[in-house]
């Protein structure tokens, strides 16, 4: 046996630092690369036909037409894709997602939108009305979140990924100034959303990871050894978004502060559930402002909050801390420049429809629609409990995610898409996942759910021959060893994303 085969037959049995090597090493053959290349290429064109269904059935552009076209006939093709995408979303088939999604809500933030569709916060003298909606929306979610009658504030932010970039660029620029630290470590647990990993990407901070107990919340013994003396920031989430699982914020937060470091909450999808889960009686535990050790957090309005996607609030405990966040330059010959966040320009009419669906529901709408999302998921969760090759993991209120000892739980997932529904596949541990929202509160949509769950289970059960088509791509992207051509083969998917 030489080389290439002995990796080829052994890789999965080697360290992990050994498969990168011998991955790389394997790459570079000529004849393995072809056959990689090939299964790619094998993969991305089954895949094309179900990502590019309008190929042939509409007019494609791949460059700009001579003269314009109609503005009729814009719309008109545009009301027939959306006609083909709605029904799935808007009769609650599709986990997360959309969040609200009635028709006078999506009406009314459509109307402020046209209102608003020209202004752009980055000329503040010009819409002073955005800034108003901005500083407010701000102040709303401080309030929300323990940050009344402190000196909390904050900015808004194009989404949840943004406002947990632009904290982690804070507390690096924060430990560098305050504390000289140049080599900025953040400690997150597994389950935290992969934000966390692009700041560390972006922005070079080492991310230690620490893992969860069995009920997918942080282990605070791990992240107790995780800290070390470059540590900026220890994160948490509230909850996390693969298992809903509320981390133990208030011990983490804790430690945080004993060593005089930051803390973040990602409250990007609970920031608008878990304060009216605690006002209707649920165990909440405490995650907020309230905890002196929390120094930010990051909540997100598209979500839960039912603002039009593309906003979200990144919250600092004090004003000093939010400094670090912003942008300015006195030298260039374009003026004097300032910016809150990463983007230059911004479309201040998100910022208005987000004003305007907050102060349109209000702190009663907010509550009432986070009792029919929790009545709906306690529903979900008694129901999947009796399903005896089901099981779930942790204790979630709003985000029900189940594994299955005894069937690939992928292939159930595969079986529910072709009943339509859009639901998440996961891994470490290998699960899915609905996330409830006010969709699946309509009637029917729950019990729905579960006899299309119930069905799937027993088809998986009763033919153990069906391979499927994407259950087993799933399968072999969550176990291979290889994680470069995992990434590699995420990449092609990308290009095809943009591919015309
Ligand atoms: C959705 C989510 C994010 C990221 O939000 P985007 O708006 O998709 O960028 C971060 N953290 C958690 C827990 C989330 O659920």
Known sequence: MNLEEFLMKNIGKLPPPMVAWAERHLKKI???????????DELMD?????????????????????????RAEVLQEMESLRQREEAQWKDGFVSGAVYHGDEEHIEFLNRVYAINSQSNPLHADVWPSTTKFEAEIVS??????????QAVCGTVSSGGTESILLAMKTYRDWARDAKGITRPEMIAPVTAHAAFDKASQYFGIKLIKIPVDADSRADINAARRAVSRNTVVIVGSAPSFPHGAVDPIKDLSELARM???????DACLGGFVLPWAENLGYNVPPFDFRLPGVTSISVDTHKFGYAAKGTSVILYRDKELRRYQYYTTTEWP??????????????????????????SIGEQGYMD?????????EYLKNEVRQIPELRLIGDSLFV????????????????????????????KPTCMHICVTLRHTQPGVKERFISDLKAAVAHVKSHP?????????????????????????LKKYLDLIFKV
């Open 465 to 489: 021959e069906e391979k499927g088509s994407m259950a087993p791509v799933y399968g072999m992207a969550s176990t291979m060893p290889m994680r470069g051509l995992v990434s590699d083969m």
């Open 369 to 377: 629609a986070t009792k029919r999302i929790l009545e709906t998921a």
């Open 259 to 265: 060593h005089k470091v930051g803390f973040h909450t």
């Open 334 to 359: 374009g003026g004097l420049y300032f910016s809150p966040t990463f983007a230059g320009s911004r479309p201040g009419a998100l910022s208005a429809a987000c004003w305007a669906a907050l102060t």
């Open 140 to 149: 709303m979610c401080a309030s929300m979140l323990g940050g009344e009658s």
């Open 46 to 70: 089954g895949l094309e036909t179900s990502l590019k269904p309008y190929k042939d059935k509409f007019p494609t552009f791949a460059r700009l037409p001579e003269t314009g076209r109609s």
């Open 400 to 427: 029900i995610a189940f594994a299955s000892d005894s069937l690939d739980i992928y292939k159930v997932l595969e079986f529910m898409s072709r009943k339509k529904w859009s639901l998440n596949g996961l891994h």
């Open 30 to 40: 000529p004849s393995i690369r072809r056959k990689i290349e090939k299964e790619y």
